[in-house]
C-alpha cells in the first residue's frame, strides 16, 4: 500500500493512505482547534445532519436547488449517494452559520474530502 509523509511540513512519518497526520500531529491540530464536540459536532448535529442527508440523498443536493461547490458528482452527473453534510461556507465557529441549512450541502466521502483537502 502506498505511504505518503504527514501533513505537518516538519515531520518525516510516513503514513498510509488515507491517514493525514501522524498522531502527534493529529493531537496537536485537536488542541488547537478543539475536538469535533467542542466545534459543535454533537448528538444534535448527527440528527441534523442524518435529517438533512435524508432529504438531501444525492452528492451535490442543497437546499433551493442551489449548484453545490466542488460537487465533481454534480458537475459529471453521477448520481452518488450523500455520506455527509458539508458546510459551503467554512463556519469557523460561527455556530450561526454552523446551524444555517443554506448553508449545508450533501456530499459523498470523495467529494467532502476533496473540499476539505482545498481547505474550503
Known amino acids: 500500500m502506498p505511504v505518503h509523509p ?36 454533537t448528538h444534535e448535529w448527527s440528527k441534523r445532519a442524518l435529517l438533512f442527508r435524508q432529504r438531501f440523498p444525492l452528492c451535490g443536493m442543497r ?5 453545490p461547490v466542488m460537487s465533481q458528482c454534480y458537475d459529471e452527473g453521477r448520481l452518488t449517494a450523500a455520506e455527509q453534510v458539508d458546510h ?13 441549512e443554506d448553508n449545508w450541502q450533501a456530499l459523498c466521502a470523495s467529494c467532502g474530502g476533496r473540499k476539505s483537502a482545498a481547505g474550503l
Open 6 to 41: 504527514c501533513a505537518d511540513p516538519t515531520c518525516d512519518a510516513l503514513l498510509p493512505y488515507g491517514v493525514s497526520r501522524c498522531d502527534v500531529h493529529r493531537r496537536t491540530l485537536e488542541r488547537r482547534r478543539g475536538d469535533r464536540y467542542a466545534r459543535g459536532y
Open 63 to 67: 437546499p433551493g436547488g442551489r449548484v
Open 88 to 100: 459551503v461556507v467554512p463556519h469557523k465557529g460561527d455556530m450561526d452559520l454552523f446551524w444555517d
